[in-house]
């Protein structure tokens, strides 16, 4: 067999790549300046760049080869997909094989509530999908009006025009013309950035309280739902306060409001839960989900929707206008059922729960203890480390100076020894494959450790403390 990757230097791949990809959230002329990495193989948590560098890979791609890479029952489910059926749409009245197993299967690890699934191709159409069908719901029940869905500051729903707007993220939203009408923000439930003098556990009720305060101040009659991560991912994994969800979902109950849990990124497993509402106990009438379904083999997304909604669609709503070429694509819907039977077999759910989980709170409770580190959150198989200044024992760590870009300097040394640690401003983040062992683990926190000395030492000669 011939490698697929044509013979070219790394040189030669920059070249054309900065001639002719403009890559998704970057600075398309600094990128050029620089060079890509380029990235040519991968097999279980190891990435291979072109310059035969071994990387070991702490994001999962994108938050989402959950099952790693390489995994031969995902590639044989593609192969036999392709060959037997590579696409059939599912406008005509007409359906496939894959899409309604998969549907079948994905019925049975969501919660109760949940029977039915639209198909999307990603996790912003998903949420595309999510603001359509909440304003369906509310026009059929006669209730027009009930169209304002409320989301939170530093949220990331996607990058379509309604997942760019839902999401809560200020430098989308000063391009564009964004948000679009109809999407009120509250503030995130970060306690660090937002706690002041509070506890965690009062703060996390306080957070939600500005949910009531929002919907008191749109009109209870005009909110349609309120839509929020269990985790947040991309703002740079805030963990929030248990208390935080539970009133959340007291106070959707209390005006009616729809719950929608974007999964995208909390689902399949990362918290050591199927789904990051069973991790901070909601109810969700609708579930986004994309990325670890698939565990990123091929693109596929959708929306759970929770049996409330599905009975007013189907019983009163006649047509709904909505759909996607690629809902319920038969490659896609063939790797997702292997994945899923994959993640079953090697009971990796549970593994995060009990076992890698457990392990990877305790390495970070350790790695707390380091000079720069403010604060260390886990949550599953997703951590943060807060970069800061901290003060002699027991003192409150102050920001570095945002010109020092300590996130970047940081992810500058994981870069160039080897780990793929992402920069969200000051915050590290991870969120390994879930096949990931405690000897990784292991290796892993000694990558991150030597990157944060390396930090340190660039703070010292700097004289950034
Ligand atoms: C990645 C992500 C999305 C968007 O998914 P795409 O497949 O990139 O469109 C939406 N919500 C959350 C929480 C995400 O992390």
Redesign the pocket.
């Not at 990603?122 to 949420?127: D, H, K, L, R």
């Not at 974007?262 to 909390?266: F, T």
């Given at each position: 067999m011939t490698s697929t990757v044509p013979p070219r230097t790394t040189r030669e791949w920059q070249a054309a790549d900065a001639a002719h990809f403009l890559h998704p959230f970057t600075d398309f002329q600094s990128l050029a300046k620089k060079g890509s990495r380029i990235i040519t193989k991968a097999d279980n948590i190891y990435l291979t760049d072109s310059d035969g560098h071994r990387i070991l890979d702490a994001m999962s791609g994108?938050?989402c080869v959950n099952v790693g890479y390489g995994q031969q029952a995902l590639i044989d489910a593609a192969t036999r997909q392709l060959k037997e059926l590579p696409f059939y749409n599912a406008f005509f009245q007409t359906a496939t094989p894959p899409a309604i197993e998969l549907a079948e299967l994905l019925s049975e690890v969501t919660p109760p509530q949940f029977s039915r699934v639209f198909f999307s191709g990603?996790?912003?159409?998903?949420?595309d999908t999510v603001v359509r069908m909440v304003r369906r719901y509310w026009d059929i029940l006669g209730h027009p009006q009930r169209s304002v869905i409320i989301s939170r500051n530093n949220?990331?729903?996607?990058?379509?025009m309604a997942?760019a707007s839902l999401g809560g993220m200020s430098g989308m939203h000063a391009q564009g013309g964004l948000p679009i009408p109809g999407i009120e923000h509250i503030e995130q439930p970060y306690w660090f950035a937002n706690g002041g003098d509070l506890g965690r556990d009062e703060f996390g009720r306080v957070a939600a309280g500005w949910l009531e305060q929002k919907i008191l101040a749109v009109g209870p009659d005009k909110v349609a739902a309120f839509i929020g991560?269990p985790v947040q991912?991309?703002g740079g994994v805030i963990v929030p306060p248990d208390t935080y969800w539970p009133e959340i979902q007291r106070i959707c109950d209390k005006y009616g409001v729809l719950l929608v849990s974007?999964?995208?990124?909390?689902g399949f497993g990362r918290t050591g839960h199927w789904f990051g509402c069973e991790r901070f106990g909601t109810r969700p009438d609708l579930m986004?989900f994309?990325?670890g379904v698939t565990s990123g083999y091929v693109?596929l997304?959708g929306v759970m929707v929770g049996d409330r909604i599905a009975k007013v669609l189907i019983e009163q709503g006649g047509e709904f206008e909505h759909g996607y070429t690629y809902s319920g694509h038969p490659v896609s819907c063939a790797v997702a059922l292997a994945n899923i039977r994959l993640i079953q077999e090697l009971k990796l759910v549970e593994r995060v729960r009990d076992d890698t989980g457990p392990y990877l709170a305790q390495v970070y409770t350790q790695l707390a203890d380091h000079p720069l580190v403010a604060e260390a959150q886990t949550c599953g198989l997703m951590g943060a480390l807060l970069l800061a200044r901290r003060d002699a024992k027991g003192g409150r760590a102050r920001p570095f100076a945002p010109e020092v870009g300590i996130g970047m300097v940081c992810r500058g040394h994981c870069f160039a020894n080897g780990l793929i640690m992402r920069a969200v401003g000051d915050r590290m983040i991870i969120a390994p494959p879930l096949v990931m062992t405690r000897a990784q683990i292991d290796e892993m926190a000694a990558l991150i450790r030597r990157c944060l000395d390396l930090t340190l030492a660039d703070c010292h000669r700097n004289g950034w403390l």
């Open positions: 994108l938050w990603s996790g912003s159409e998903g949420n949220a990331y729903h996607g990058s379509t997942g991560e991912g991309a974007d999964e995208v990124i909390c986004t994309a990325k693109p997304g």
